[in-house]
């Protein structure tokens, strides 16, 4: 299993064909208190850059986009009811949606996980 | 992930709290010019804490403006559509300057003051506000940008229990009413007011103390130091106007429901800048009128979102909303026509392409905890 970052704060966890996506906890924090997410429907396609899910804080909407290509396997229904679970376990039990991973060359241009880590902390 | 709405950031002034926001953990954004405090905690968190406890603000962004000259009330009255004349010393109303078309410049609070009147403005609005005043007011009045204080609110249950304890007697000042006390050796200029629908108070302190009047407020563990995050969450909650969102030069206190602000001795004489147009919409009826907006389900619809009626046509536009943290749901106000703005009307709002129940509601949205006197009292 392996974890993937992108520039705009997801994150990527990688299981054989599946892939696991949420957004960070620099993204969390930025956003501030979330009360609301809307995740992909299952079995919709994605295409990288697609946008994917919703996120809204008190304060802000944000996109969450497809970083890579593949289909939706499950969104993660827990996040309706009780959106501030991204607040509190960005990195876990607030992940976003599984997809399929349709081309794994896809994941060359992510950043890993110290490489994401030290990018932030210059942020 | 990508912040579809983040603000513009341009050069910045700094407040006199400045360095002590940064030493309570504020992240601070540009607002009105200046940096300020967003959020410490959190919004929501604050946002909670104001309405079961006592939360400090800092509002000296916000323009204090006193006037003084022969005729001051009737110069004041030909701007502002307020009873200003009945107002006694000590008391503050809640006004508009208006433009001579009856659109609103700004929204104001004023105070009478013995022979002075005590404004307080907006802070992205004051340097136009000093320049029709400076402008339209006859060359006999003159007043003072008062530059040299910062100004404090104090808002929420507790806000009595712990300003009484250093300032003893603003407990006997009931809302809209002010005077001046001293704190140690500091004149502070205190009124029971407020923008968040709590009781509470609004300190003038001169910007060389207000760091130590600060700390002397948040060393008593009920209070908590507030951003402009929950202010926001709080006023709307409370269903009062922000001027640039709720507020503009293109509506009028008709159409921003805000009648209650026009004395009847003004409202049967006139002779207030855009009268003939006001006075005309009061008569007749204004073609669009705020209103409170309870949505359905849980996002968030905030300001630029269309208002449509049961067909889909566009009828007016969300001019703020957000998440209310009391109630745990979306509210908004916005702007519809007057013959839909009635509380239980049935409309839809769309934002980014996606279509909203929402339902017309009296405001506020949370009732105001404000500390009147008994009337005769």
């Known amino acids: 299993m392996s974890l993937y970052f992108t520039g705009e704060h997801e994150w990527i966890k990688v299981d054989g064909d599946t892939a696991t996506i949420g957004i960070s906890n620099h993204a969390q924090h930025a956003l501030g208190d979330i009360v609301f997410a809307e995740v992909p429907e299952q079995g919709r396609s994605l295409n990288k850059g697609d946008e994917a899910a919703v996120v809204e804080s008190v304060k802000a909407a944000s996109d969450v986009y497809a970083p890579i ?33 349709a081309d794994k060359a896809e994941l060359d241009g992510l950043m890993d996980e110290a490489a994401y880590r030290a990018w932030v902390a210059t942020l | 992930m990508t912040d579809t709405m983040s603000p513009t950031q341009t050069p910045t002034q700094t407040l006199p709290l400045d360095a002590w926001h940064r030493a309570k953990g504020a992240r601070m954004v540009a607002f009105a010019g200046y940096d300020m405090p967003v959020q410490y905690e959190g919004i929501m968190a604050e946002h909670l804490w104001v309405r079961s406890h006592a939360g400090l603000f800092d509002v000296s962004h916000m323009g204090q403006l006193l006037f003084h000259g022969p ?36 929204d104001l609070m004023a105070t ?3 022979e002075h009147f005590y404004l307080v403005v907006n802070g992205a609005t004051k340097a136009g506000d000093i320049e029709q005043f400076e402008r339209r007011l006859p060359r006999e009045i003159a007043f003072d940008h008062m530059k040299e204080q910062a100004l404090l609110a104090l808002q929420g249950p507790e806000a009595v229990a712990v300003l009484n304890a250093l300032v003893p007697g603003v407990a006997e000042l009931s809302f809209m009413q002010a005077n001046l006390f001293r704190w140690n050796d500091v004149p502070l200029w205190i009124s029971r007011s407020g923008y968040t629908g709590e009781d509470g108070f609004e300190i003038s302190v001169v910007a060389r103390d207000v ?167």
């Not at chain 2, 839809?348 to 009732?367: D, I, N, Y």
């Open chain 2, 112 to 114: 009478r003051r013995g």
């Open chain 2, 211 to 377: 760091a130590a009047l600060a700390d002397a407020l948040v060393a008593d563990e009920r209070v908590k130091p507030i951003g402009l995050g929950a202010r926001d969450s709080l006023r709307l909650e409370a269903g009062l106007p922000l001027y640039g969102h709720d507020l503009d030069g293109n509506t009028t206190p008709v159409t921003a429901d805000l009648l209650f602000a026009i004395g009847k001795r003004r409202r049967a004489e006139g002779g207030f800048a855009g009268a003939l147009r006001i006075m005309g919409e009061i008569d007749n009826g204004a073609v669009q009128k705020r209103v409170g907006l309870l949505v359905d389900g849980k996002q968030p619809v905030r300001e630029g979102a269309l208002i449509l009626d049961r067909e889909g046509n566009e009828i007016g536009r969300v001019t703020s909303g957000g998440h209310s943290p009391t109630l745990g749901r979306p509210i908004a106000m916005g702007y519809v026509a007057a013959a839909l703005a009635v509380p239980g009307t049935f409309l839809k709002l769309e934002q980014r392409g996606k279509l909203f129940q929402a339902q017309v509601a009296p405001m506020p949205f949370v009732p105001h905890q404000y500390h009147r006197k008994p009337q005769g009292a």
């Open chain 1, 69 to 101: 290509a593949g289909e939706v396997i499950i969104g993660n229904s827990a996040l309706a009811d009780d959106p501030s679970l991204i607040n509190r376990d960005p990195e876990g039990e607030g992940w976003f949606f599984k997809m399929t991973l």
């Open chain 2, 71 to 106: 005729g001051l009330d009737k110069a004041l009255e030909s701007l502002l559509p307020g009873d200003l004349q009945s107002l006694k010393d000590g008391r503050l109303r809640y006004s508009m300057l208006l433009g001579e078309d009856g659109g609103i410049i700004d």
